[in-house]
């Protein structure tokens, strides 16, 4: 059980100081200037050792800064684009505000002061969607790693960015552009309008994915330009987080040859 012992500083002042043992035995100790706090400190810990949800208050005391760009930003489990995207954002706009603060004096308050901010210089939906998620992604590591007790970015309520319904082209439409093309990419556009693949998966293409006597492209792989580097990812067919990214999904994609020769220089 917590234990609590009290001194008189040389200015007359009584603290109080709570002692605490944690699961492996070790002693740690916090002072307070009022014994009912302290006291309470002490219930908090030993519940805390009770439910199984015991962690080292002291771990979250390191400041934001040092956890994003010490543990967060250089996991080794956070994809290319991913880690572009976080840094990013961490950069222009969560540092600049909280980057100074201690991880465990953030609070829900502090977050979505920070997104209100955002809203008013004008940062739009999508971009204030993606910090939000970032928040939650950095402190929902900080919970996992014992430095806080709850994700304060937890389910966050933001206006989500609204999507245009998609456009799709004529044939005249996309013959007009193929005209207007240059003729070493005019192939490529006819191939892109007419099989749906995204300009990522064309350029990640291979000899032996296309079958031109079925008419069919098979997909396995995607390209993506991650800061000024092209990186190619495989399928996500077999991973947790293939929602990410469903550009790179393997799959088959049928093909109407005829309407790809129908144009001629």
């Not at 605490?20 to 014994?35: C, E, L, M, N, Q």
């Not at 980057?99 to 004008?122: F, Q, V, W, Y």
């Not at 309008?193 to 291979?206: D, H, K, M, N, S």
Request: include cysteine.
């Amino acid at each position: 059980m917590a234990w609590v012992q009290s001194r008189t500083t040389k200015s007359g002042k009584v603290r109080y100081r709570v002692y605490w043992r944690d699961p492996s035995g070790k002693i740690h100790g916090k002072v307070f200037a009022r014994k009912r706090d302290c006291e309470a400190h002490g219930r908090v810990m030993e519940q805390w050792k009770a439910e199984g949800t015991y962690f080292d208050p002291a771990r979250g005391r390191i400041t934001l800064t040092a956890f994003v760009e010490g543990e967060v930003l250089v996991a080794p489990d956070l994809a290319a684009k991913t880690r572009s995207t976080y840094g990013w954002i961490w950069r222009t706009y969560v540092r600049p505000e909280l980057g100074d603060r201690r991880l465990n004096a953030i609070s829900r308050a502090d977050l979505k002061k920070l997104l209100g901010t955002m809203r008013g210089r004008g940062v739009g939906d999508a971009t204030i969607a993606k910090t939000a998620s970032f928040l939650g992604s950095v402190f929902g590591r900080a919970v996992e790693d014992e430095r806080l007790h709850r994700n304060p970015a937890a389910r966050l309520r933001v206006a989500q960015a609204t999507r245009r319904p998609p456009r799709f082209l004529s044939d005249q439409e996309v013959f007009a552009i193929v005209e207007a093309a240059d003729e070493r990419v005019a192939t490529l556009v006819l191939f892109l309008a007419y099989t749906g693949l995204r300009i990522g998966e064309a350029v990640a293409l291979r000899v032996g994915d296309v079958d031109l006597l079925r008419r069919r492209v098979t997909v396995s792989r995607a390209v993506s330009e991650v800061d000024g580097h092209r990186i190619e990812k495989g399928t996500k067919s077999n991973r947790v987080d293939r929602a990410e990214d469903p550009s790179c999904r393997r799959r088959s994609i049928g093909f109407v040859r005829h309407r790809m020769t129908q144009w001629s220089r």
